[in-house]
């Protein structure tokens, strides 16, 4: 199933700008990433999941979407955020810090 109302419902995917990012936390598939890209060339969509099998669904479902032109700005990476947190790459310390007060609040 394609998500095709999330440019719909999100309007500030509509208006970012060349060097934006979307996480999505639990990809599956790929159906939410898939529209964000084919809807804007300028956003770069940061996706994971803590199941391999659904990441390589998700990769599969890009690779075959003929988006090819989008597939540099699709990035899978392998993450339990209940167990792990958050990969030192993806998030500043002061941006973890903030997230992980927010949760306790």
């Known amino acids: 199933m394609e998500r095709r109302y999330l440019l719909k ?48 669904r998700a990769n599969k479902m890009i690779e075959v979407s003929n988006v090819g032109s989008v597939a540099h700005c699709f990035h899978l990476f392998h993450c339990d955020f209940s167990t792990n947190g958050f990969p030192k790459w993806l998030a500043c310390d002061s941006c973890q810090g903030n997230f992980l007060q927010r949760q306790h609040d």
């Open 9 to 56: 419902e999100f309007l500030e995917l509509l208006s970012c700008d060349e060097y934006s990012k979307v996480l999505e936390v639990g990809c599956g598939n790929g159906s939410t990433a898939r529209p964000i890209l084919c809807g804007r060339d300028n956003i770069t969509v940061y996706a994971c999941d803590c199941s391999n099998e659904a990441l390589e």
